[in-house]
């Protein structure tokens, strides 16, 4: 893998690969960002990767897969998506990245009818059939309005709180999608909880304060960041060092 690249495809001026660019540089995978909000263009697909990368990562963001009727790019990344679910590519999608995928397999994408936001650090639980990638508890960083319905022929790998039940899942044997955000990093939370549109949401139903996430965020990030290297070796395989890991 050494020398091989990953692409992150992302939303926001504010989204940050973080932590999930940090484990796959420390793996040897070089990485590489395409905005297409921006006006970047996605790479063709050949055999279901995109050509000259090993697997590509969909982060989130602050609109939803029911715009692609007025956002181009959103229509473009989910047909993008499904040529790589319908070739088991290596596919994982990110809080809106799993939304994408969700609707690529044709699982309704909805809004929480009662204004409630899942923000903050919230526990997700291992399902029987993901044990073996999750721990039976893990304390992860939320933020968003919507969730998925687990779509059909996929397997329900992690379960959160009954608002946002479907919080991880896997689809074939190489695409994955978590409604959580394993990428989260403290400089990428300040900038969301402190920024013009995402401050306000923090006084929403299910959002926690800006100081109760400060004072988790030493608590639970480390956790993440091992439980984040475990997910990779089982997506990709162990790291080109591995032979000199304890």
């Known amino acids: 893998m050494q020398g091989e690249k990953i692409i992150f495809v992302t939303h926001s001026d504010r ?9 796959l540089c420390a793996r040897g995978y070089e990485t590489e960002i395409c905005r297409p909000f921006l006006g970047d263009r996605l790479p063709p697909l050949k055999d279901g990767k995109p050509e000259g990368y090993a697997a590509s990562i969909i982060l989130g963001g602050a609109m939803s897969v029911s715009d692609a009727a007025e956002m181009d790019f959103i229509a473009e990344e989910i047909a993008w ?5 319908e070739n088991d590519a290596p596919l994982l999608g990110i809080c809106l990245g799993a939304q994408m995928i969700a609707c690529a397999l044709g699982a309704k994408v909805w809004e929480h009818p009662d204004e409630v936001r899942q923000i903050g650090y919230h526990e ?3 399902t029987p059939a993901g044990r073996g990638i ?3 508890r893990l304390t992860a960083y939320q933020w968003h309005r919507e969730s998925f319905d687990l779509p059909r022929g996929a397997e329900l790998l992690a379960t959160g709180a ?10 074939g044997n190489n695409a994955f999608g978590v409604q ?6 403290p400089r990428t939370m ?9 401050a306000p949401q923090l006084d929403l139903p299910d959002a926690q304060s800006a100081a ?4 988790e965020a030493p608590l639970h990030n480390p956790v993440m960041r091992r439980w984040l290297d475990k997910f990779l070796a089982v997506w990709l395989g162990p790291p080109d060092h591995a032979d000199g890991m304890e």
């Open 15 to 23: 989204a940050d690969p973080g932590a999930v660019r940090e484990a």
């Open 81 to 85: 998506v499904r040529g790589h679910l």
């Open 124 to 126: 997700v639980h291992a």
């Open 134 to 136: 999750f721990p039976e």
């Open 162 to 171: 009954a608002a946002f039940y479907n919080q991880a899942f896997r689809h």
């Open 180 to 185: 959580f955000h394993p990428e989260m990093i």
């Open 190 to 198: 300040e900038r969301w909880i402190t920024s013009e549109k995402g």
């Open 212 to 215: 109760q996430q400060r004072a």
